[in-house]
């Protein structure tokens, strides 16, 4: 076979992928166009495996540990985007901009903005309590 | 010890008093008062023993070198000849006897121990200015004095004259000062040493390449600084000052240190006609204008001030007719009762509580209250006027005599036409000089009206100083016979043609004044004038600078009083407007260099902010614009960031593939 | 490089085998074309279980057995599932959302383009004259077990470790949403329901308050 099939095909793949992270506003969405990419990864690696012929199979084992990886991201991924659902109850991605400079933020941002900034975003937000429950749960176990 | 070592403790003692005063006066004023007079008095005996041990022979002449300092050497070096030694002791006489007057002056005054310790430097500056033998070091002097008048002459800085008194002062003498700087280098090149006696040595020999540029050169920095017109006109503003420091500066040292360097280097002037008739035109218009303006003038020390430099003017017009001898005399002479003559008006302002001759003609029985003031004052106007057998009148007649003798042709080494012209100038100012020191005799001693205020004695300090410089004023004519051998050995006794015309012109205006003051005084009555000091029981310098304060707003004018009593204002006519205010000299040179001075700063200053503030503001500007475009695209939208990255990635990719292939 | 070093057969005479790679390539390709562009979110992550299937079949052709079944357990069996639920639990819309597509679109139309074009234009440059050599199977389970037990045991190990950090990790956030107890995230969050309506700064959004809440809860 071709070595141009499978590594034309991996290269398409990844690219509806790039354009799945870029274009999509659902941040689940996001993360299946995240997994197109990966796959497209994964398809090279086997390709290229099969094609050298590696006496370790390097390309197949790097396969399996980025399929690992990816589930691992996969929960991640999606325990944060619940969880910035549950603080801003939107899971856009366009709409998170809190990092995103307004006309108001001219002057003086290093103080009048700056404890507002880091409890603006929902990610920190969510981490804030998160830290205190860690805190807390260490405080009970001790 | 010997002495030049005496010498050089002549200047030093009072420099160690001024450095001592300035760093105890703030934390033991106790020892201000001691550290400002011993010193004085100290250099004053010194002095007088040098003089005594060099006693007009052989100059004496020591010097050492510190450093190398290039083509041309630096010496610290003494010259000490007659005119020195006499200089000194009258500097060390006039500087003791305003120590000891200021200490009751000021006596309440809480910048006394500073104000001490500048007059202790400014002593020590002219000390220096005296003995130096090198023109770098008597530069040194010259421009510490400068300075020193700076801060004297704006002791009483929280009043506006007084500020703007002391800048001009500084300023005016500084523009004097620097042609002299550069007549000074251009005297060194020529001569090849800063050394007096080699300058001296090299003109003899007709070394001078240039010497009517360098004599015009040191012309100005000596106009400058001895108040010639047309550099004249910082001193009577210099008044703001206290009075003491009006007397130190206008008898012993500053206007006294131009006269005397050009008496230490009169060959060099000597050897340059023009430069000689330039100096007689300079002391020809100065002595005639300035007793003018002092006839016109109502502040009394303004008045004692244009008489000083009318004085000085006899002094530039000796010096022009190439007599120094009696140039030096009259300064000697001139710097006794003009000190006298100032420290007696301290004490009539400090009774009177007002500077002002049309306030003190409206009051009855001032001389009565300041008996010692009264008679040393007259003394010294007498000398002023040249009655014999007053100082004044020995020394005015040996200038005479000199201008004579040049006019005559006897002269070898002055020209005959500045003889002429210093010598009808110095006529007509005696008669000028004779009536506006009886002006104000009469202005302050006669007055009528209401009793004039009585506050008690004057402090002993003041008044006992008065009597001891009312005796050279009085006597120092005596010593006409002797000087001759001190100086070159011209003789300085009067003649007959020259004592017999000054004394009639002086009498003649004498006499002229006393019937205009006939004439105007009924008018005084009329005419309510009278602004005093609110505190007439603070001590006189407190009451000097109230009445310095409260004279412009009373009278309008710092110079004239609306007074119609005043003989002056009957002699002088229609000129007297002008006269009071110095011919409009200040006028001429506000126009001339104030004006275009300050529309130059209006120029740059409108240059700064419109035109490189516009510069500046873009520079600032510029990136913020920039800033605010590029802040647009900080949208905050992740998926815009990742397609701004991803973009460049792919750009980037493609470069180096195609960098590489092409390569390949 | 030994291997391989010049294709026995030119693109236009294809082996039985690189058909059907094309043919399941396209299925693979356009599902996942679909997957990214539906307006339908749940038929997304339908179609990209046709996608990863696909690709599934693929690894297989390539003789990768091992992986094949890997990517289907994992991949089709529990991380499409995982993305259903967590559509599901964001309240993701059934039916046609017309708002699925960012504004930025246009953008990533040409950014996805133009690197297509680069990439595609090297890999074909690089690789057109390459031969995969399918006779002998390359990743049999039997191989591949004892490769990966033998020589990759350690990265293996690594690997469950972060499984465990990144299992732990997902329960630390989902157990603070648990924890929460509020009940809807909007009633728990009033003012974070609206995130552009301009409460930044001024709104009680503080921590702290929060903070307060959840101690006297505990």
Redesign the interface.
């Known amino acids: 076979?071709?070595?141009?099939?499978?590594?034309?095909?991996a290269?398409?793949?990844?690219?509806?992928?790039?354009?799945?992270?870029?274009?999509?506003?659902?941040?689940?969405?996001v993360?299946?166009?995240v997994?197109?990419m990966l796959?497209a990864v994964?398809?090279n690696l086997?390709?290229f495996?099969?094609?050298?012929?590696d006496s370790?199979?390097a390309g197949?084992?790097l396969?399996?540990?980025t399929?690992?990886?990816?589930?691992?991201?996969?929960?991640?991924g999606?325990?944060?985007?619940?969880?910035v659902?549950?603080?801003?109850?939107?899971?856009?991605?366009?709409?998170?901009?809190?990092?995103?400079?307004?006309p108001g933020d001219d002057t003086g941002s290093g103080d009048?903005?700056g404890p507002?900034d880091a409890?603006?975003p929902?990610g920190a937000?969510?981490d804030?309590?998160?830290r205190?429950?860690?805190s807390?749960k260490a405080e009970a176990t001790a | 010890m010997t002495t030049t070592t005496l010498a050089v403790l002549v200047p030093l003692l009072p420099f160690l008093g001024a450095v001592a005063g300035l760093l105890l006066g703030r934390t033991a004023p106790g020892l201000a008062r001691p550290l400002a007079v011993l010193p004085a008095l100290t250099s004053l005996g010194l002095a007088a023993v040098v003089a005594a041990r060099q006693g007009g022979d052989a100059a004496v002449d020591a010097a050492t070198q510190l450093t190398p300092t290039g083509s041309v050497p630096i010496d610290l070096a003494l010259h000490i000849d007659g005119f020195a030694a006499l200089a000194a002791v009258l500097v060390g006489l006039v500087a003791s006897c305003v120590q000891i007057y200021s200490t009751a002056y000021l006596h309440d005054d809480p910048r006394y121990p500073s104000y001490a310790a500048l007059v202790s430097l400014f002593t020590s500056a002219m000390l220096l200015v005296v003995y130096s033998g090198d023109l770098m070091v008597l530069l040194v002097g010259w421009e510490i004095m400068g300075i020193c008048s700076y801060f004297l002459v704006g002791h009483y800085w929280e009043t506006p004259e007084a500020r703007a008194a002391s800048l001009k002062a500084f300023l005016v003498t500084k523009l004097g000062d620097v042609p002299f700087l550069i007549g000074l280098f251009a005297l060194a090149a020529d001569a090849g040493s800063f050394r007096i006696t080699r300058i001296l040595a090299t003109v003899a020999d007709g070394g001078l390449d240039h010497p009517t540029l360098i004599a015009l050169l040191l012309l100005a920095g000596v106009a400058g600084k001895s108040a010639q017109f047309p550099l004249h006109t910082w001193l009577p503003d210099a008044m703001a000052g206290p009075t003491p420091v009006s007397a130190l500066i206008h008898a012993a040292t500053m206007v006294a240190a131009g006269v005397y360097f050009i008496a230490r280097l009169l060959p060099v002037f000597a050897a340059s006609a023009a430069a000689l008739v330039v100096l007689a035109v300079m002391a020809a218009v100065t002595m005639a204008g300035s007793a003018l303006a002092a006839l016109a003038q109502d502040d009394i020390k303004r008045v004692l001030a244009y008489s000083t430099i009318g004085q000085l003017g006899y002094m530039t017009g000796a010096l022009a007719v190439g007599d120094r001898g009696a140039a030096v005399f009259h300064l000697l002479a001139h710097g006794a009762f003009k000190a006298l003559l100032f420290l007696a008006a301290g004490v009539i302002i400090h009774a009177a509580g007002t500077n002002s001759l049309a306030a003190m003609s409206r009051m009855k029985d001032l001389r009565a209250r300041v008996p010692d003031a009264y008679w040393t004052m007259t003394v010294a106007l007498l000398a002023l006027a040249a009655v014999p057998p007053f100082s004044g009148f020995f020394s005015k007649e040996a200038v005479l005599g000199a201008a004579e003798h040049t006019a005559t042709g006897h002269s070898g080494t002055a020209p005959g036409a500045a003889g002429w012209i210093v010598l009808v100038a110095g006529l007509v100012t005696a008669l000028l000089t004779a009536a506006y020191a009886t002006r104000l005799w009469l202005l302050a001693f006669n007055g009528r009206g209401t009793e004039a205020p009585d506050h008690g004695r004057q402090p002993v300090a003041m008044t006992a100083v008065l009597w001891v410089l009312a005796v050279p004023s009085l006597a120092f004519g005596v010593t006409v016979g002797a000087l001759p051998d001190w100086f070159d050995g011209h003789k300085l006794a009067p003649t007959l043609t020259t004592s017999v015309l000054g004394t009639g012109f002086a009498l003649v205006g004498a006499l002229v004044t006393y019937g205009a003051w006939r004439q105007t005084t009924s008018l005084a009555a009329r005419v309510p004038i009278g602004a005093v000091a609110a505190h007439r029981d603070g001590d006189a310098g407190l009451v000097e600078a109230e009445a310095i304060a409260t004279r412009t707003p009373a009278y309008g004018d710092v110079a004239a009083a609306p007074d119609p009593a005043d003989p002056g204002r009957l002699l002088l006519g229609p000129l007297h407007r002008h006269a009071a205010a110095g011919f409009r000299l200040d006028a001429v040179y506000a126009a001339l260099f104030v004006r275009p001075v300050q529309a130059g700063a209006r120029l740059v200053r409108f240059l700064d902010r419109e035109v490189v503030e516009t510069y500046v503001r873009g520079a600032g500007a510029a990136p913020r614009w920039l800033g605010v475009a590029v802040r647009r695209a900080q949208t905050g939208n992740v998926q815009t960031y990742l397609s701004a990255l991803l973009a460049g990635t792919v750009v980037l990719a493609v470069a180096a593939v195609l960098v590489a292939t092409a390569g390949a | 490089m030994n291997v391989a070093a010049t294709a026995p057969q030119g693109f236009l005479s294809p082996t039985g085998v690189e058909i059907a790679f094309v043919l399941v390539g396209l299925v693979t390709l356009g599902a996942a074309v679909v997957t990214v562009t539906t307006r339908q979110l749940v038929h997304a992550a339908l179609w990209l279980v046709v996608a990863l299937g696909g690709l599934a079949v693929e690894y297989l052709l390539l003789t990768a057995e091992f992986i094949a079944w890997v990517q289907v357990l994992i991949y089709v069996g529990s991380i499409v599932v995982l993305l259903l639920f967590g559509l599901m639990l964001t309240r993701a819309p059934i039916g046609r959302s017309p708002d699925a597509d960012s504004g930025n679109r246009p953008v990533a139309v040409a950014v996805a383009l133009a690197a297509a074009a680069a990439l595609v234009w090297v890999v074909v440059d690089a690789f057109r004259t390459q031969w995969i050599d399918l006779d002998q199977p390359q990743g049999t389970t039997d191989v591949t077990g004892s490769i990966l037990f033998r020589h990759w045991v350690l990265p293996f190990e690594a690997l469950s470790v972060l499984l465990l950090a990144a299992l732990v990790g997902a329960i630390v956030l989902s157990r603070r949403n648990a924890t929460r107890g509020t009940g809807s995230p909007d009633a728990g969050s009033p003012d974070a329901g609206s995130p552009d309506a301009g409460s930044r700064g001024t709104g009680p959004r503080g921590t702290g308050s929060r903070g307060a809440d959840d101690k006297e809860q505990r």
């Open positions: 076979m071709h070595l141009a099939y499978p590594a034309v095909l290269v398409l793949l990844f690219c509806v992928g790039l354009y799945g992270v870029l274009a999509r506003r659902n941040a689940i969405l993360l299946m166009s997994e197109l796959n994964n398809l086997v390709a495996d099969v094609w050298l012929r370790l199979h197949q084992a396969t399996l540990f399929i690992a990886i990816a589930a691992a991201e996969i929960g991640i999606l325990a944060i985007v619940l969880a659902y549950r603080n801003r109850g939107t899971s856009a991605v366009d709409d998170l901009r809190d990092t995103a400079e307004r009048g903005n507002d409890s603006g929902g937000t969510a804030e309590p998160a205190t429950d860690a807390q």
